[in-house]
């Protein structure tokens, strides 16, 4: 029995709904979720007026992709980070660069908690803002075994960053690393 043969067409058009969901982001990002529409996010990503339409019918579904790919993002970099996490103060301090690092970047952080509100109200849009959050609580977890630390993080980050949005000098990383310290002091 012979594999199928793939023409490429399969590709181009993964690649080709990749670039619509980037570009829905930069959307988000600009105008905010209700700037998103098929002919803002095709115009965004230099594609026919048509495109978006065609690889995502809804603008739900456009919006579904947007959050997946922002929050599994942000999850994967927490979870790298959290594994090479040995519970040290040094490494709070690598938490704390990564904070100032998103936080310097204000609209793909706006767009961020746009879509995590928007998955505050969309129950089926939950499981990409809970994979971040379980990953920030693994992170959590390697400096305390207690449950309420572990909450108080995962509330002081989101906390942190958000506020960040109201500023026009966001914290930088010793702000943030003087936060991580207080909160997740190493237990005795």
């Not at 803002?40 to 579904?64: C, G, N, Q, S, W």
């Not at 993002?73 to 040094?90: K, N, Q, V």
């Not at 990564?98 to 310097?104: G, T, Y």
């Not at 809970?130 to 980050?157: I, N």
Request: with cysteine.
């Amino acid at each position: 029995m012979t594999e199928p043969t793939t023409d490429g067409r399969l590709a181009k058009g993964e690649r080709r709904k990749q670039e619509l969901i980037e570009a829905t982001l930069r959307v988000v990002a600009r105008d905010g979720v209700a700037g998103v529409s098929h002919r803002a996010v095709a115009a965004e990503a230099d594609l026919p007026p048509t495109a978006a339409a065609y690889h995502f019918k809804r603008i739900d579904d456009l919006l579904t992709g947007a959050l997946t790919l922002c929050m599994d993002e942000a999850a994967e970099r927490m979870r790298r980070l959290a594994a090479a996490t040995d519970g040290s103060l040094d490494d709070l301090r690598a938490m704390a660069r990564l904070m100032a690092r998103v936080a310097r970047d204000p609209a793909m952080l706006r767009a961020e908690y746009e879509l995590f509100l928007l998955a505050a109200r969309r129950p089926e849009l939950r499981p990409p803002a809970q994979r971040w959050l379980t990953a920030l609580a693994d992170f959590a977890r390697c400096y305390t075994s207690s449950p309420v630390r572990v909450q108080v993080l995962l509330g002081t980050v989101d906390g942190l960053l958000l506020q960040a949005l109201l500023t026009d000098r966001p914290p930088s990383a010793d702000d943030y690393e003087a936060v991580l310290r207080e909160v997740l002091r190493p237990d005795h």
